[in-house]
């Protein structure tokens, strides 16, 4: 459980319910004039009363308002769109989440190319996704991809030594498994790759500095959270407390 979680601090119940997307703090204000907020069965017709978020049961129109500070949502991210909060011609990530997901303004933590798909974790939780992200945390990466070439044991090695890209840069050490091949004109290969690291498309660079070329990519894990299988592309979820227990862990360095 996150500090946040914990409950024991007040806010203003106009603040607590404009947070949530109920609506304005105006707009509050006339709902509690109204009668319509409770607050421990309670009617609060005053708008600026201070409750505790996590503790007190609060109602608006007889509907409970489950209050959080964050939200932890998992993406099966389609192709075509981007790991960004904004631009100006193509379409981002958060242009797939539903009203009541946006309104809390998550980001994506990290970042996949605009043609790889999979697991992408967006959240408001700006502590989280520094410790995820921190180069010092190393948190490993899975991804399953379809490569041009004959990926061998020479490539499974040289990617445990660690590759150097056309920049001079020798990667940290990454697990090579071969899933399957394909024979024909073109060898395809199907291949899992966990690294710990995240250059700048590197998966695509590790492949072309063995002399392969990544036609599709898909990242399935991230630390010990996993792709739900049943996740439709471009469909969105918030994380179970299960998963949120695993993203945390590998926050401490798991």
Same mark, same amino acid.
């Given at each position: ?12 119940? @106009?603040?607590? /319910?404009? +947070?949530?997307?109920?609506?304005? #703090?105006?707009?509050?204000?006339k709902?509690a ?7 421990n ?10 409750v505790?978020?996590?503790?007190d049961n609060i ?6 308002v489950r209050y959080?500070?964050?939200v ?5 991210k389609?192709p ?6 904004e631009?100006?011609?193509d379409?981002t ?5 539903k009203?009541?997901?946006a309104?809390f ?7 996949l190319?605009?043609?790889?798909v999979g697991l992408?974790?967006?959240?408001? @939780?700006?502590? /989280?996704a +520094?410790e995820?992200l921190?180069? #010092? ?6 991804y399953e991809?379809?490569?041009e ?5 020479a490539?499974?090695a ?6 150097e890209?056309?920049?001079g ?8 498994t071969?899933?399957?091949?394909e ?5 395809i ?12 498309h590197q ?7 063995v002399?392969?070329?990544?036609t599709?990519?898909k990242?399935v ?17 918030? /994380?179970?407390?299960q998963?949120?227990?695993l993203l945390t862990g590998?926050?401490s360095?798991?």
């Amino acid at each position: 459980m996150r500090a946040s979680d914990k409950g024991g601090k007040t806010q203003r119940i @106009d603040k607590v /319910l404009s +947070h949530m997307g109920i609506g304005s #703090r105006s707009d509050i204000r006339k709902q509690a004039k109204q009668g319509l907020i409770t607050v421990n069965g309670t009617v609060v017709k005053d708008s600026g009363v201070h409750v505790d978020p996590y503790r007190d049961n609060i109602e608006v129109n007889g509907e409970t308002v489950r209050y959080r500070e964050f939200v932890y949502l998992m993406m099966n991210k389609p192709p075509g769109v981007l790991s960004a909060t904004e631009d100006k011609r193509d379409r981002t990530v958060l242009d797939l989440l539903k009203p009541e997901y946006a309104q809390f303004e998550p980001f994506p933590v990290g970042r996949l190319d605009k043609d790889t798909v999979g697991l992408l974790l967006l959240t408001n @939780d700006g502590k /989280l996704a +520094h410790e995820l992200l921190s180069p #010092r945390k190393h948190v490993p990466k899975t991804y399953e991809a379809t490569v041009e070439g004959d990926v061998d044991a020479a490539d499974i090695a040289a990617f445990a030594a660690g590759v150097e890209l056309e920049d001079g840069y020798v990667t940290l050490p990454a697990q090579l498994t071969i899933l399957g091949r394909e024979r024909g004109s073109t060898t395809i290969s199907h291949i899992s790759l966990t690294i710990t690291e995240g250059k700048f498309h590197q998966v695509k660079r590790m492949f072309i500095a063995v002399g392969k070329k990544v036609t599709f990519l898909k990242r399935v894990s991230m630390g010990e959270l996993k792709l739900d299988d049943t996740l439709p592309l471009g469909a969105v979820r918030e /994380l179970t407390a299960q998963e949120l227990e695993l993203l945390t862990g590998a926050d401490s360095g798991g």
